[in-house]
Nanobody
Framework: QVQLVESGGGLVHPGGSLRLSCAAS????????MGWYRQAPGKQRELVAT???????NYADFVKGRFTISRDNAENTVYLQMNSLKPEDTAVYYC????????????WGQGTQVTVSS
């Protein structure tokens, strides 16, 4: 079993920045694709950004140029640097791990709240 623990959420003013972290409890992290998703109240969970095991990245259009996903395989940690935050970025942000090793796996973190408000 893999545990994903997110941190770094909080309250920030519009235009501000936050850096989310997600630490994995297992070295399977190194061969896994990692992603950040978010869910705002009353809305479905949506993809924010992903990063493959080799470092290729993909972003939702609404965060391109503002958010950056990165990973540190030595620390089994994935990051989401969020700049120029907007009130519409307010949501619970979830970390996701997926891959295949004998079987397909998919794990989620517990989520961290990000609130953008003046």
């Amino acid at each position: 079993q893999v545990q994903l623990v997110e941190s770094g959420g909080g309250l920030v003013h519009p235009g501000g920045s936050l850096r989310l972290s997600c630490a994995a409890s297992n070295n399977i992290f190194k061969i896994s694709a990692m992603g950040w998703y978010r869910q705002a109240p009353g809305k479905q969970r949506e993809l924010v950004a992903t990063i493959s095991s080799s470092g290729s990245t993909n972003y939702a259009d609404f965060v391109k140029g503002r958010f950056t996903i990165s990973r540190d395989n030595a620390e089994n940690t994935v990051y989401l640097q969020m700049n120029s935050l907007k009130p519409e970025d307010t949501a619970v942000y979830y970390c996701n791990m997926e891959g295949t090793l004998l079987r397909t796996y998919n794990y989620w973190g517990q989520g961290t709240q990000v609130t953008v408000s003046s």
